[in-house]
């Protein structure tokens, strides 16, 4: 199954296609190798060419500067020759350098400052040559690849070839002292230094985005393979089966393939931009698909059906054998097949008792729900009839099974819930609740039938139930306002709801102020400033009104009056209604 890029380990060999071949790249690091040298789009998933491209000159300027030299516009050329997908995950970075030309040993352009590019040599300390130079500069960070020094298997990491042999290669090192020098990797791996003259290996490395698909066999850039493929449990010779699977983002095709039990190898049955395909069952005894998906000119990896069993030819069939099924922690699947066209009546029985009587779809998958099992040992029995024009046709299938208790934890503490000593969670309550048959088996199904027995009455703002009883509706609603600093009479402050409130509560957001407003009232709650209570029930100059679906109040008449009205400026405040 295809991984992301980022999730390759470091020194596997990928391929990259290059003029539609494939080429082979080293993963040499993942991730940023070190935040205060390298800008951060450095973040992802270093690859460096396994062979060199060609021999050439640093500079044909003689300088041993990096921008603008021969061999970085040597590089920028070949990203003609990726696909357009590949050329895009080339992440645009900012890679540290030493300007060259006889700067300064320890004048390094780095972070945000580093040389825009998208392919570029590596430099000798992500080689793993820190060190070995008093004039190298420190123009990098040694990448998870390599090793350090100059020993055998430091060398080692560093040999390259051209045309099948070892050759020499460029560092994007300069010789810090020199206006014209440059430090190479010798065919040996070791290190050397020359002019900015001689032609010597172009090895281009890449950082590429991490989540871009790596295939099992490690091509770059291919396309996601579908999540699902789904097949029957069961299916009858000389009907009809049906393949489908999950669409997969940005893919052009899929190819299915087929093998059933005389096949000697997979068979093409459908190409094409669907997402289903249907096709007759032959005389098999079973049969297995896989699909993989196009896109970019590339296979994903395939996905692969389980197998499935294939009867021959009856007028009614049960999938399976009778026996035992085990300890059971999923759902029971079966399905009833038949040759002809009568109604499939399907009769579930657990433990002798009578729990569903159903018709069923003729080949269908159907399933019994393992939380619906009783703990313990037990038996299913399945009965399926139908007619096909000679008299009714029974068949059975039954099975035993064992259903672990779930176990709670002891009383007065908390734990997790854990079967079969595993944690286990429920998504939601909904799941986690189970309700008898008549209720839909669970808590969601429920609530929507009880919904369904009541009536909403908007005019009086209740609920009735069933036998005409009221039920009073509460609404809630919460919101915030932002202080002017204005108070008084003549700049009350007044907020509108859905709803016609009975109770508004008011908090600022710093605790100092709090109020609690009824209708009829001043203000029945007193404020509270740093525990210092502030009883407006004794001071008349506050006043509140609750007209129709507002509230307004303000205050006369006191020192701070924009503090104790709950308007300071620029303040927030918020609240909550009751209606």
Known sequence: MAQTLGSVAVGSIVKIDENGSPVNYIVVHIGNPDVRLYGSACDGAWLLRQDIVENVQWNSTNAN????????????GYLGRYESHIQSAIKTVKIPYHPGNG??????????????????????????????????PIDGAKLDYFKSGLDTEANSKRIAKLNGAAAAWWLRSPVSTSTDGKFYVLPDGSLGSTSVNPSYGVLPAMIMDPTILVSDDGTVGVPASPTALTVPIQVMQGRQITVSW????????????????TDADWVQV???????????????TSVQYRV?????????????????????????????????????TNDVQYSVSSSGTSTLTVTETINGVNTRTYTATNGADNKISVVDLPTGTGTIKITASTNPG???????????????????????????????????WAKTIAEAVRTPGIWGDNLGLALSKLA????????DSTFTDISGGAIPMVSIETGSYKGTGTSGSSNPNTLTFEFEPKALFIQEENDNYQALMLPG?????????NGEDIMFPSRSYNRVAFSGSSVSWYCDGADSLATVQLNRSNVNYYYLVLG
């Open 246 to 261: 999950s669409a997969v983002d940005g893919v052009s095709s899929y190819i299915l393939e087929r093998k059933a039990n």
């Open 103 to 136: 700067w300064p040993l320890w004048d390094i352009k780095s972070g945000e400052s580093g040389l825009e590019c998208k392919l570029f040599p590596l430099c000798g300390y992500e080689a793993g040559l820190s060190g070995i130079s008093g004039v190298m």
């Open 65 to 76: 500067t990096l921008v603008g030299s021969t061999i970085m516009s040597t590089m920028a």
């Open 521 to 529: 009232k001043t203000i029945s709650y007193p404020f509270y400033n």
């Open 292 to 328: 993989k998906s196009l896109a970019n000119g590339k296979y994903g990896d395939y996905t692969t059906s389980t197998s499935v069993s294939v009867v021959p030819l009856s007028a009614l069939v049960i999938s399976g054998s009778d026996g035992s099924l085990g300890t059971l």
């Open 390 to 424: 000679s008299g009714v046709v029974t068949v059975t299938r039954e099975w035993t099974y064992t259903k672990a208790a779930i176990t709670f934890p002891d009383a007065g503490s908390v734990a997790d819930l854990t079967q079969q000593g595993k944690t286990i």
């Open 270 to 284: 459908y190409s094409g931009a669907n997402t289903s395909f249907e096709e007759t069952v032959g005389t098999w």
């Open 452 to 459: 369904q027995a009541m009536l909403y009455d908007p005019s």
